[in-house]
């Protein structure tokens, strides 16, 4: 009810706007046959909104509307632009050089309601599967150094790689996405999270072949809710502690979201390397496992391929991180497992009221340098010291 509400919302608001005049892009030349390179009409509209003094909007109607790679930059002369699409932008076929098809940088205040992303990413998937030398994916939607953003009811399918990425941005809100790739698509993410504060990401539908939603170095004050995930894998935070001097994660809180059918559930990765870093304060609540291979699970040992880090400790301390109401099945035996570094051992880590099973059967935990807390009844039994 309340979604059905919200999306009476967002059309009544639609049809307002644009009986006031927002600005169509057909009227800039854009032609809504999926042929024709439409970046021109696109950035034309954009530069008319941008440079109003009053608030003002871009209309994109039913079509397929073909964009290449563009930049849309601010700053605004306002901080009220607003984005309606009722069409399908899509991507070139074939995958090129760019790693950002539609960026929006340094826009503050803008909000884009819904529509549907196309990335059209097959090419550079079948590069990647093949082991071709492969260019570098694009993602679909890059939010660069803005604030006080709004992404509602947008939907995003089969990108290069990343679906949209948040960096060095505070204030954005993502509400009601559907985003969806093949399960074996590569890195796929959904949505990637770097160097932003005060970001939340809520009432989303994310299937994927990589991490529903990645938290990266410098992520603090994020709230994830609401969300469905699967497949993909997961939620993670991280990778972190690949380089020196990285930004630390805090203050995250990820509640109320179902797993089904992936390789992870909520994850937090750290290289097994030397460099400093901290995830502090973080709190997974209310969740719900469907085959899950790793329901739960810190790992300090994060090395693709045995490349440049083996058998190194990680330096990147974990700390306060509470684990409440969560329950399902688990796809492997262990169900819990906080395999920790040996010079920065996990501390603080809270168990609460978690009940995974595995196979109708008691699954198992394992703890590798890892302290904590238990309240409530744990199922499998925890492997924590005190």
Not at 135 to 153: M, N
Not at 286 to 297: A, R
Request: aromatic residues 8%; neutral net charge; charged residues 10%.
């Amino acid at each position: 009810m309340a979604q059905t509400m919200s999306l009476l919302l967002i059309l009544l608001s639609l049809s307002l706007t644009v009986s006031n005049g927002a600005h169509n892009v057909i009227d800039f030349g854009a032609k809504p046959d999926g042929v024709s390179d439409n970046k021109k009409a696109f950035l034309d509209a954009w530069a008319k909104v941008c440079s109003s003094t009053q608030p003002a909007s871009i209309y994109v109607p039913p079509g397929r509307f073909l964009v290449s790679q563009a930049d849309f930059m601010g700053p605004c002369k306002q901080n009220s632009v607003e984005i309606y699409i009722d069409g399908t932008i899509v991507a070139p076929s074939g995958y090129t050089s760019t790693t950002k098809w539609i960026l929006f940088q340094y826009v503050d205040g803008f909000s884009i309601f819904g529509g549907t992303l196309d990335g059209q990413g097959h090419s550079m998937w079948n590069c990647k599967t093949s082991g071709s030398n492969c260019l570098e994916a694009s993602t679909s939607l890059t939010i660069a150094q803005s604030k006080d953003v709004k992404i509602q009811g947008l939907t995003s399918v089969n990108s290069e790689g990343f679906h949209m990425s948040i960096y060095q941005s505070s204030g954005v809100t993502v509400q009601n996405i559907q985003i969806s790739a093949p399960s074996n698509s590569p890195n796929t993410d959904g949505i990637h999270v770097q160097l932003s504060d005060h970001v939340i990401i809520q009432g989303s539908n994310i299937k994927t072949g990589d991490d529903c939603i990645s938290l990266g170095a410098g992520s603090r004050n994020v709230l994830i809710t609401d969300i469905y995930c699967g497949p993909g894998h997961g939620i993670s935070i991280g990778s972190l502690g690949s380089i020196a001097h990285e930004q630390g994660v805090q203050n995250v809180t990820v509640s109320s979201v179902v797993f089904h059918d992936t390789t992870n559930g909520v994850r937090i990765k750290t290289w097994g390397k030397h460099y400093q870093g901290y995830v502090q304060f973080i709190m997974f609540q209310n969740i719900v496992m469907y085959n899950v291979s790793n329901p739960i699970i810190i790992d300090q040992r994060y090395c693709p391929h045995n490349n440049n880090c083996p058998n190194q400790n990680s330096g990147v301390k974990i700390s306060n991180v509470i684990y409440s109401n969560i329950r399902g099945y688990s796809d492997t035996e262990v169900a819990m497992k906080f395999d920790c570094s040996p010079s920065n051992p996990c501390q603080g880590i809270s168990l609460q009221d978690i009940k995974l099973t595995y196979q109708n059967q008691q699954a198992k935990s394992f703890c590798n340098n890892a302290s904590g807390f238990n309240s409530g009844t744990i199922t499998p039994p925890s492997c924590l010291g005190s």
